[in-house]
């Protein structure tokens, strides 16, 4: 598989998975949603914001628009759950089309941009945008787990989930 059919369908199971986990999220009472359950941004609400933080308003735009933004990873950018879901599942929408855009030689090209102390950074390109969407893997494990502590059923998330039913987005 080349690396933009590869990436295109990270792309599509990261809007699978999102959708799934935001389902899931939805039926929390507001309680179990901002409680403190021991996660590194501390509760689900926290985790969801900084999945919006890292995946949406820092790492989309230093591949799409070469800028790289300050935001803190434990910003509460979007207090509110109904908006916070809404604008997760349209930055998960974006990244096909983003990936779709990329030239060929862009792929074995690299990433530059400015860290969040300030300092210039140069990686692999493929190897970046992976770790974009393993990240987003990371913390949707976290709240699932979250969500089972708190007593509450968790959507399967696996990849190959994904895979087995070839009409998912």
């Not at 689900?44 to 949406?56: A, C, K, M, S």
């Not at 109904?82 to 974006?94: K, P, T, Y």
Request: hydrophobic share 45%.
């Amino acid at each position: 598989m080349d690396a933009m059919a590869h990436f295109t369908l990270l792309a599509r199971y990261n809007v699978w998975a999102t959708a799934r986990l935001l389902d899931a999220v939805r039926a929390l009472p507001e309680e179990d949603y901002r409680r403190d359950v021991g996660l590194f941004f501390h509760s689900i609400h926290g985790t969801l914001n900084h999945l919006l933080v890292g995946e949406h308003l820092l790492w989309f735009v230093r591949f799409a628009e070469a800028r790289s933004p300050t935001v803190a990873l434990d910003a509460e950018v979007e207090p509110d759950r109904v908006q916070l879901d809404a604008r997760l599942r349209e930055g998960a929408a974006r990244w096909a089309p983003l990936i779709a855009s990329f030239k060929p030689d862009r792929w074995s090209g690299t990433l530059d941009y400015t860290t969040m102390r300030g300092t210039a950074a140069s990686l692999p390109f493929a190897a970046t945008l992976a770790h974009v969407f393993n990240h987003g893997i990371h913390h949707r494990g976290q709240i699932t787990a979250a969500l089972t502590t708190l007593g509450h059923p968790s959507p399967e998330l696996d990849l190959v989930y994904f895979l087995q039913n070839p009409s998912q987005p």
